[in-house]
């Protein structure tokens, strides 16, 4: 179980954000007042020499607090599979032990799996975690998780999963590097099986509230990230060869669940 972040989390995500949101006004002045387009020019690589995912690899006990905060964070709240018909995507999974029903990409210490594990203990099939090598190694082990470390720059390495998951990882990342990841993504999905799962906020085109503006301009600021809006994430899915299947939410307050596939040719 995730303990609270408590005095040293908050330090480690003050220390993450602050020093760059406290040159943002001058970044943008010399920038143009333009959008970031490149995680290797985001205001955080200008201010302090790296963007966010270098600088807590970097340092052990940053990234141990970030993981504890990922696993904490959204504790109370419904995961993606309860807000969205999972039931429809285990129906329709290869009925065999072999088969791989879910691979969580970017999925940390595998808290949205453990979960997913404890509610459908009966689901068919193998579940995935994957994340960045310094993310694996110091991830516990889980019953009925696999884990593996991978990098979505490559071509998953996973074919033919029943679900791709990648919750909160689009928004981290402008659109060429989400692009990329799609493409990667693409390469390993069966048409008419596999599925995308992208659980992030989708935003109304205007009057944002205020908690999602302002984590908006924490993504830009950290790694030249974005939260989208339906156009965007649209745009964006189309773009990569994918089709929107449906947005699921519970309240425009929280993230919703995109399912999209890959376009017939
Ligand atoms: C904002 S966290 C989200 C974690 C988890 N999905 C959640 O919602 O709690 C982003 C995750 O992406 C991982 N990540 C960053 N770059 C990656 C890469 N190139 N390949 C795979 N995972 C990556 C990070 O280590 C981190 O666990």
Same mark, same amino acid.
């Given at each position: 179980m995730a303990q609270p972040m408590g005095k040293a989390g908050v330090s480690c995500l003050y220390d993450l954000s602050v020093p760059t949101l406290a040159k943002l006004p001058e970044y943008l002045r010399l920038h143009g007042y333009k959008n970031p387009k490149d995680y290797s020019r985001s205001p955080m690589q200008w201010a302090v020499g790296e963007s966010q995912f270098e600088w807590l690899a970097r340092d052990q006990n940053k990234q141990a607090l970030f993981d504890s905060y990922m696993s904490s964070r959204r504790q109370g709240k419904p995961s993606w599979f309860e807000t969205y018909p999972v039931q429809d995507l285990l129906d329709g999974a *290869?009925?065999?032990? =072999?088969?791989?029903?879910i691979v969580d990409v970017g +999925?940390?210490?595998g808290h949205d799996l453990r979960k997913f594990n404890e509610m /459908?203990?009966? #689901?068919p099939g193998r579940l995935v975690l994957q994340d960045l090598p310094s993310v694996i190694k110091s991830a516990p082990r889980l019953e009925g998780v696999e884990s593996m470390a991978y990098s979505f /720059? $490559?071509?998953?390495? *996973?074919? +033919?999963?029943r679900a791709y998951t990648f919750r #909160? *990882?689009?928004? $981290?990342?402008p659109d060429h590097i989400c692009h990329k990841i799609l493409m990667n993504t693409a390469s390993a999905m069966t048409p008419a099986y596999s599925k995308l799962i992208i659980v992030d906020f989708v935003l109304? =085109?205007? =009057?944002?509230p205020l908690f999602q503006a302002s984590l908006d301009i924490q993504m830009m600021s950290i790694g030249a990230g974005v939260e989208r809006s339906e156009t965007q994430w649209r745009e964006l899915l189309h773009s990569a060869g994918f089709e929107v299947v449906r947005i699921c939410r519970k309240n425009p307050g929280m993230e919703a669940v995109i399912e999209a596939i890959p376009m017939s040719p």
């Open positions: *290869i009925q065999h032990e =072999d088969a791989v029903t +999925g940390n210490h /459908y203990p009966t #689901a /720059y $490559d071509p998953q390495p *996973i074919k +033919g999963a #909160a *990882i689009f928004h $981290d990342w109304p =085109d205007t =009057d944002v």
